[in-house]
Nanobody
Framework: QAQLVESGGGSVQAGGSLRLSCAAS????????MGWFRQAPGREREGVAT???????SYADSVKGRFTISKDNDKNTLYLRMNSLKPEDTAMYYC??????????????WGQGTQVTVSS
């Protein structure tokens, strides 16, 4: 059974950094596109960053230059390094796989989420 478990969220001040991790199991990890998505209260879930099986990364315009997605195939773990955090980055962050692009509707495997809160 596919399982994605996120960790690394927390509370930071604006300008700070966090690194999120997503441990994957029970799926063909290396052959799938994986991504990070976020959802703030009252807002739709949005794509943040994705990485293809060949390592090609894509980012939402709002995080380009600040966030970096990466993966460790040996550890079956996806990461999201977040620098220069802003209050508007506050959201629940989810790891997902099985889809394509930044469209959350195409993904069928999801983690439970990890909360990121950025204070001004």
């Amino acid at each position: 059974q596919a399982q994605l478990v996120e960790s690394g969220g927390g509370s930071v001040q604006a300008g700070g950094s966090l690194r999120l991790s997503c441990a994957a199991s029970g799926l063909t990890y290396n052959s799938r596109c994986m991504g990070w998505f976020r959802q703030a209260p009252g807002r739709e879930r949005e794509g943040v960053a994705t990485i293809e099986s060949d390592g090609t990364a894509s980012y939402a315009d709002s995080v380009k230059g600040r966030f970096t997605i990466s993966k460790d195939n040996d550890k079956n773990t996806l990461y999201l390094r977040m620098n220069s955090l802003k209050p508007e980055d506050t959201a629940m962050y989810y790891c997902a796989t099985g889809g394509f692009g930044l469209d959350s509707k195409t993904y069928n495997y999801w983690g439970q989420g990890t909360q990121v809160t950025v204070s001004s």
